[in-house]
């Protein structure tokens, strides 16, 4: 069993030295199912956030050339009124 384990389960009011092996084991094993678990945990939660951001990101992005687009469209569309005026009168 690791330190960081051992000296949790003492601050807990165990006394692991004098358990025996066929305690201890399953003990351990539980011990090392439930870090490998959190860590599990922890990646997924990681990569959620990232991901998260990342399509936070394009969208902004994808926004961003829209309101491009919509100025462009805009702009046309005025000078093409503009143009209409002059040739109107």
């Known amino acids: ?11 807990a009011g165990f006394v692991l030295d004098d358990l ?3 305690v201890l084991q399953p003990l351990e ?4 199912l439930l870090r490998a678990a ?6 997924a ?4 956030t990232i991901n998260r951001n990342l399509n936070e990101q ?3 992005v994808k926004n961003r050339w829209e309101i491009a687009e919509l100025v462009v469209i805009v702009l046309a ?6 143009w209409w005026y002059t040739q109107s009168h």
């Open 20 to 22: 025996p092996d066929s």
């Open 77 to 82: 569309f005025i000078a093409w009124v503009a």
């Open 29 to 32: 094993t539980f011990a090392d």
């Open 1 to 11: 069993m690791d330190q960081q384990t051992k000296q949790l389960a003492e601050q």
């Open 38 to 43: 959190n860590t599990r945990e922890v990646i």
């Open 45 to 48: 939660l990681c990569a959620n």
């Open 58 to 60: 394009q969208q902004k």
